[in-house]
């Protein structure tokens, strides 16, 4: 039916062919328990056009479910047109990745009010705590994470009634048997890291893309035992909620310590000081590789003593996560790299830094 190509954060992009079938039936499911869209729903949903996120959105699930759809030209992305739109608007239902929310609740949302706002939902990248927290104190909304890929559909969420655990991406979609697998394809007891499979046999589900167009050897690799193998990582709970570490790619061992990058996003973005921050690896004569923390400041904090903050940030990682886990480097910069679903491009980083070596 379609092809679309992945949003590329960990290398060229790829193209991701889908079904009428994962298209026709597998968008029922976020649309009626994740999105939460009836006839008397508008959705607005903040994704470039070029996004798969988009065409599912603003396309076929609210198509589906009989909603109509909001749509808000905007040359660039200001928070503060964000923010009256919402107030201006009868939108019930809005959608959009951390980084919009993280622009967001910096912003005095206490001058605002939403009338009509009822769900928000976010997706993209993991949803920092700290982000989820904010939101909610200064709207009175909770914010449901979901966790997708161009070539799966949803894969889990936190859907409509469920208890929402801040940091945790959900609960398995309906439509999936999603486990934590070993490098053999074994699945995992609870609260053990691994990576993120679908059972893709005896059966495999027709949510899921049907190959990569063009790239028979990339398909094949994709499935490891039973599972098709997302290539991100992270633990399961005794309740079935997912937590995410990182992309595969992502991370970090130092010293034989493993070291998810959102972990330590999340530490650094609960000081006041930091707006955004990507965590990647770099390289260490003695420990093979560290931590490092690319910074974007917020303004009120630009011109501090870059080298007192540096000291302040890494004691503050330190306490809240584990002491081996604090970024060793960080680099103070103006914004991050990011792909055009606004997605953080940690190997733009990441080759930066080894490059550099």
Same mark, same amino acid.
């Given at each position: ?272 000081? %930091? #707006?955004?921050?990507? &965590? @990647?690896? +770099? *390289?260490?004569? !003695? /420990?093979?590789? %560290? #931590?490092?923390?690319? &910074? @974007?400041? +917020? *303004?009120?904090? !630009? /011109? ?54």
């Amino acid at each position: 039916m379609a092809i679309y190509f992945t949003s590329g954060t960990t290398g060229f992009p790829k193209m991701a062919e889908h079904s009428h079938c994962s298209h026709g039936l597998g968008l029922t499911i976020p649309g009626k328990y994740w999105l939460d869209l009836t006839p008397s729903d508008m959705i607005w949903n903040i994704s470039d056009p070029g996004w798969v996120k988009s065409a599912w959105s603003y396309i076929f699930c609210p198509w589906i479910q009989g909603s109509s759809v909001f749509a808000h030209y905007m040359p660039r992305f200001d928070p503060t047109v964000v923010l009256e739109t919402l107030t201006n608007y009868p939108i019930t239902v809005f959608c959009a990745t951390p980084t919009t929310y993280r622009m967001l609740v910096l912003c005095d949302l206490a001058s605002y009010k939403f009338k009509s706002l009822q769900h928000c939902l976010s997706a993209g990248e993991p949803m920092n705590p700290q982000v989820m927290e904010q939101w909610k104190e200064k709207t009175g909304l909770d914010i449901y994470e979901g966790y997708a890929q161009t070539e799966t559909v949803l894969i889990c969420g936190t859907f409509k009634g469920m208890k929402i655990k801040p940091g945790s991406m959900g609960e398995a979609a309906p439509c999936y048997d999603v486990q934590v697998v070993d490098p053999d394809g074994n699945v995992l007891p609870p609260n053990q890291e691994g990576d993120i499979g679908i059972r893709v046999a005896p059966h495999r589900p027709f949510y899921l893309f049907t190959h990569y167009t063009g790239d028979p050897e990339k398909t094949a690799s994709s499935q490891r035992g039973d599972f098709y193998i997302t290539g991100d990582r992270a633990t399961r709970d005794e309740d079935g909620y997912f937590w995410f570490i990182g992309r595969s790619d992502d991370v970090i061992l130092s010293s034989g310590y493993r070291i998810g990058p959102f972990e330590v996003e999340s530490a650094l973005l609960e000081h006041p000081s %930091v #707006v955004e921050s990507a &965590v @990647v690896s +770099s *390289p260490d004569p !003695i /420990r093979g590789e %560290v #931590v490092k923390a690319f &910074v @974007v400041l +917020s *303004p009120t904090y !630009i /011109r501090h003593d870059q080298e007192a903050l540096t000291k302040e940030l890494q004691e503050h990682v330190q306490k809240v996560t584990a002491p081996y886990k604090y970024p060793r480097k960080i680099e103070f910069v103006e914004e991050l790299p990011k792909t055009v679903s606004g997605k953080i491009q940690r190997n733009e980083l990441r080759n930066k830094e080894w490059g550099k070596a």
